[in-house]
């Protein structure tokens, strides 16, 4: 029992590294964004989840767009590295784009979270902010593409770039019915994806 005049002992509150504490807010961020969509979520979701102040989040952030984008650049970083380190360590082409998309497929498996960040529902954006994610997306694309030239040296930019979308873009629609058939196997799914993509490729490949 606490003596008269003196006041209890609070127990004393977590201090974080800066570094720590923005990874720690980004890491709920992008729950809620996931969660709440980049339209449906505010600062105040952000800071309610992470059990903080409005104040806090605005001493490592400026606002929920600089948030959101940095949660998704640290996604799509995360992404890219899975394939490509995947792909370049596979020496045939038809080797490489196996590796690249069972790493992808990987990816949606085991970090599920932050593919529906990037791909879900949560990625309706607008704005400047919709026009910056709509660059790293394309930038993505064009990492795959260099993927294309190193597998196929003989391929001119226009199709490599080409077939790097409609990879890009099958993919992503093949994890989005992947989703809503989680009874079938990831191998199952990259064999799927295989199949669509890798005629036109083996066909230049072996030309």
Known sequence: M?????SAELP????W???????QL???AEEVFTRLGYQGTAVDDIA???GVT??????????KDEIYLECVRTARAELETSFITAATAAAAPRDQLRAGLGAYFAFVGDRGQRWDMLFGGGSAVAGSVAEEVADLRYD????????VRAAVPHIADEPASAYAHAISGACEQLAKWWRRHPGVTREAIVEH????????????AEG
């Open 12 to 15: 004393a509150r977590k201090r």
């Open 54 to 63: 409005r104040t806090l989040i605005y001493k490592y952030f400026a606002d």
């Open 48 to 50: 309610r989840a992470a």
């Open 2 to 6: 606490t003596a008269p005049g003196r």
């Open 26 to 28: 980004l890491a709920v």
């Open 17 to 23: 590294a800066p570094a720590a504490r923005r990874t």
């Open 193 to 204: 994806c295989m199949n669509a993509v890798w005629t036109g490729l083996q066909t230049i």
């Open 140 to 147: 993505t694309a064009d990492k795959i593409a260099a993927l």
